[in-house]
């Protein structure tokens, strides 16, 4: 299956300022990796890391009810291409995308 998404940064980062989001939403090394980043790249990158989470449920099929996202977690290999780690281990391929206030990606789970 495949799932695809597209989130707009503003709203990302509106919902950043939030404690009880980000915690809900993205484990530490994500937001590690954000800041990293930078602070003009933060909420970039974080609407790409939601994006992906998103894509993901939807190319397993699953809704995201009742499910808590900071247990789907993106990882970026050395080369720098993002990986989902599920809870069970399984990893699917996903890809990100940023362009004009908008992060998309795409995930494919065989």
């Not at 930078?38 to 009742?66: N, P, Q």
Request: with cysteine.
């Amino acid at each position: 299956m495949i799932g695809i998404d597209l989130v707009k940064v503003e709203r990302i980062a509106r919902l950043a300022d939030k404690q009880h989001f980000l915690e809900k939403t993205f484990s530490i090394r994500e937001i590690e990796y954000a800041k990293a980043k930078g602070e003009i790249k933060f909420a970039e990158t974080l609407a790409g890391i939601f994006a992906a989470k998103e894509a993901v449920l939807k190319a397993l099929g699953t809704g995201i009810k009742d499910l808590n996202l900071s247990k789907l977690e993106i990882l970026h290999g050395e080369s720098g291409q993002p990986y989902c780690r599920l809870e069970d281990g399984r990893v699917v391929n996903v890809s990100i995308s940023h362009d004009s206030g908008f992060a998309a990606a795409a995930a494919v789970v065989l």
